[in-house]
T-cell receptor, first 114, second 114 residues
Framework: ETGVTQSPTHLIKTRGQQVTLRCSSQSGHNTVSWYQQALGQGPQFIFQYYREEENGRGNFPPRFSGLQFPNYSSELNVNALELDDSALYLC?????????????FGNGTRLTVT | AQSVSQHNHHVILSEAASLELGCNYSYGGTVNLFWYVQYPGQHLQLLLKYFSGDPLVKGIKGFEAEFIKSKFSFNLRKPSVQWSDTAEYFCAVIANNAGNMLTFGGGTRLMVKP
């Protein structure tokens, strides 16, 4: 089975720009969650998508938005980038959104905002 | 909202030493508890989890964790560490009504000296 793949692996953007990060979920998984991991910190939950609908959201501003497609792949969009958005962005897929459905993480996209 | 505290940010041990990493959470209701590991250059992987039943749970690679409800703790232990255990360890919690949306602690970076 293919795992969770994220693209690109690294990205450098300028403050004020917009960025789109992509995630292909593991085969058979219908739920995708996104996390932000700043340097030296644990991952923070951004939002989760289940069957193309946003299922939950963490404490992130509206300029963080997402999409999930019919094939359950997903995008994370960040508008008006700020320096503090520099982080590793992790995508995780799961069979469903229940608590006993383990998350399978990708390797992440390293975003640097200058 | 729930939060997770990992008190040890960096731990350095020699091979064969015993390991205990602390994790405390703040949530008064039912929780599901997890430990994830991130080896250098690899994605986050599930080490072990607690949902209910025996509060002493065993995971992969000889790790175990004990849930102590009265102390809101879920400490990770290993009797004898190996150089290959060098990694970052994250404790995470799901509150009863949060599906599989994880709240992570800040992580503990473990270095095992050969």
């Amino acid at each position: 089975e293919t795992g969770v793949t994220q693209s690109p692996t690294h990205l450098i953007k300028t403050r004020g720009q917009q960025v789109t990060l992509r995630c292909s979920s593991q085969s058979g998984h219908n739920t995708v969650s996104w996390y932000q991991q700043a340097l030296g910190q644990g991952p923070q939950f951004i939002f989760q998508y289940y069957r193309e609908e946003e299922n939950g959201r963490g404490n992130f501003p509206p300029r963080f938005s997402g999409l999930q497609f019919p094939n359950y792949s997903s995008e994370l969009n960040v508008n008006a980038l700020e320096l503090d958005d520099s982080a590793l962005y992790l995508c995780a897929s799961s069979l469903d959104r229940t608590s006993n459905s383990p998350l399978h993480f990708g390797n992440g996209t390293r975003l640097t905002v200058t | 909202a729930q939060s997770v505290s990992q008190h040890n940010h960096h731990v350095i041990l020699s091979e064969a030493a015993s390991l205990e990493l602390g994790c405390n959470y703040s949530y008064g209701g039912t929780v599901n508890l997890f430990w994830y590991v991130q080896y250098p250059g690899q994605h986050l992987q599930l080490l072990l989890k607690y949902f209910s039943g025996d509060p002493l749970v065993k995971g992969i690679k000889g790790f175990e964790a004990e849930f102590i409800k009265s102390k809101f703790s879920f400490n990770l232990r290993k009797p004898s560490v190996q150089w290959s255990d060098t990694a970052e360890y994250f404790c995470a919690v799901i509150a009863n009504n949060a599906g599989n949306m994880l709240t992570f602690g800040g992580g503990t970076r473990l270095m095992v000296k050969p």
